[in-house]
């Protein structure tokens, strides 16, 4: 037998977590379900790792640098491949995200059919973390009359 295992919670480093909740909290309806001790300092109030959940979906962010360290604007060479990290989220009415999405002012394209049968919703997150919002499309009905 297997071992048995009950979720999955990716951590993704972000550059500015203030910045990052906002976004999965705000605009995705993440619940902040637990976060590191806050820190003060002279740029305000934050903590460096959160959990996040979202109807059973877990997600943990931490801060890509330590206290003091961050620089004053994300290092490309560093997130250059986190368009390569792609989060996909299981959404029965992918049109709803879209319009959701749409109506919290992002700028998005609209959903499209894959080749393989999925209907999709692709953005990034403040930190170029791709996320995919999908589901099985719907078939076409088959006409019952053919000539």
Known sequence: MGIELKGMAPL????????????YCGTLGFELVANSPVVKNP???????????HQGIELMLNT???????????DPKRIAAHDDTCLYFGAPDVDAV????RGKGLDLRPPTIAPYGMKQLYLHDPDGYNLCFQWAASKPEKSAARS
Do not use: C, K, N, S
């Open 43 to 53: 740029e305000g109030e934050f903590f460096h790792w959160a959990l996040l959940r």
């Open 98 to 101: 879209y319009d959701h999405l």
């Open 64 to 74: 890509a640098y330590d206290e003091g360290q961050r620089p004053p604007a994300p």
């Open 12 to 23: 993704l480093q972000v550059f500015d977590m203030p910045t990052a909740i906002a976004f």
